[in-house]
């Protein structure tokens, strides 16, 4: 006998939400089932390090700049890698959308550190759990980026096809990119109009360091623009219980806080370092050949440069780059759509995201012998 499912009603119901506000009985259910099933992500042991271990062994990077891998189990066919943006977390990121996830496959997390960065050992990290997933389980998984973690999923993708490599993935989500600095301050730009650009424009202009006060005030912003987000609290009560806000307000505040000065220097070098995707460039294409969908908020202008490069070339040439890629904006709801409002906007993301699920192809790739 099949197992009891409630899929296809909640998929109905978040498809009536995108012009109404969320309701509580899918939030009873939901926090029903995490009671019965806590989110408990447990540390990954990884099988396969040999990229990492090049990196590591040729001085590129540190170990103390590895990112933490969590993973949450499931029997599925498809696993999901997330990555999230500078912060929270990834397990905050998705919360969520935990859940949803869950039904297809074991989702990974990749927590950044908060005393380094590495962009070279993140990109070795993603091939060998990928590679792990392919060979030791025959299975393509989904990557997964929010932000800053989809601009270093299209570094991952773009360095691998540098290297004539194409990773087996059943698809790509990239919510919100920011794939370059100039995706948030125009090289061109005296004094940003936002204040995720006044935040971030004193590290890009500075070079490898900045001095420590520009630090905690960065860390002063970031603060404030979670706050004010948490201060919806109408529309936050009808998606989480009481004990849920109040955990993740923890978790968001106590990774800004966590976050020392040289990791916080080190993830901003990553970001400079990334290069603009480019409609007229001649890098690397397609990035994936795999089914890609590409998610932007209906407003995005508190966080991306009206000129965004990212933007701008996966809006115009998107097959170019993933032949196999849609692209949407997030709209509806009460209140607009913000950049990477995975929390507040949870109903708003949520049918782009099923479709996309339901539509991938679940064919294994051969075992390793």
């Not at 392919?134 to 998984?141: A, D, E």
């Not at 000129?307 to 997030?330: D, E, M, Q, Y």
Request: aromatic share 8%; proline share 9%.
């Amino acid at each position: 006998m099949p197992a009891l499912t409630l899929s296809p009603a909640l998929s109905v119901l978040a498809a009536f939400t995108r012009f109404t506000p969320p309701q509580p009985l899918h939030t009873f259910l939901r926090t029903t089932g995490y009671k019965l099933r806590p989110p408990h992500p447990l540390p990954h042991l990884a099988a396969l390090t040999r990229a990492q271990d090049a990196v590591l062994a040729s001085g590129q990077a540190a170990p103390h700049q590895r990112a933490t891998v969590l993973s949450e189990k499931r029997p599925g066919p498809v696993p999901t890698i997330v990555l999230g943006g500078f912060v929270p977390d990834a397990t905050e990121q998705v919360f969520l959308l935990r859940g949803f996830l869950l039904k297809h496959g074991t989702v990974y997390y990749l927590n950044y550190p908060r005393t380094g960065f590495s962009l070279d050992l993140i990109c070795a990290q993603l091939d060998d759990l990928v590679a792990e997933l392919n060979t030791l389980h025959g299975q393509r998984p989904v990557v997964f980026g929010v932000s800053f973690g989809a601009g270093l999923i299209i570094e991952w993708l773009r360095r691998a096809r540098l290297t004539s490599r194409t990773p087996e993935l059943s698809g790509t989500i990239l919510i919100s990119p920011v794939a370059c600095a100039a995706d948030i301050v125009a090289p061109d730009e005296p004094k940003p109009t936002t204040l995720i650009g006044r935040a971030l424009k004193p590290f890009l202009d500075a070079g490898p360091c900045v001095a420590p006060g520009v630090i905690e005030k960065a860390r002063v912003i970031f603060t404030k623009m979670f706050e004010a987000g948490a201060q919806n609290q109408v529309s936050l009560r009808s998606l989480m219980s009481a004990a849920e806000l109040r955990h993740l307000h923890a978790q968001v505040i106590g990774a800004i806080q966590a976050i020392d000065f040289t990791g916080a220097c080190e993830r901003l070098s990553a970001l400079r370092e990334l290069p603009a995707l480019s409609v007229w460039g001649d890098g690397p294409r397609p990035l994936s050949p795999s089914p890609a969908l590409i998610l932007y908020a209906e407003k995005e202008g508190a966080v991306l440069h009206e000129r965004s490069p990212t933007r701008a070339a996966l809006a115009t040439t998107l097959s170019a780059f993933f032949p196999r890629g849609t692209h949407h904006i997030v709209g509806g709801g009460t209140s607009p759509v913000q950049h990477a409002s995975l929390l507040l906007h949870y109903f708003q993301f949520l049918p782009p995201l099923t479709t996309f699920y339901r539509g991938l192809k679940t064919r294994n790739v051969k075992l390793a012998a």
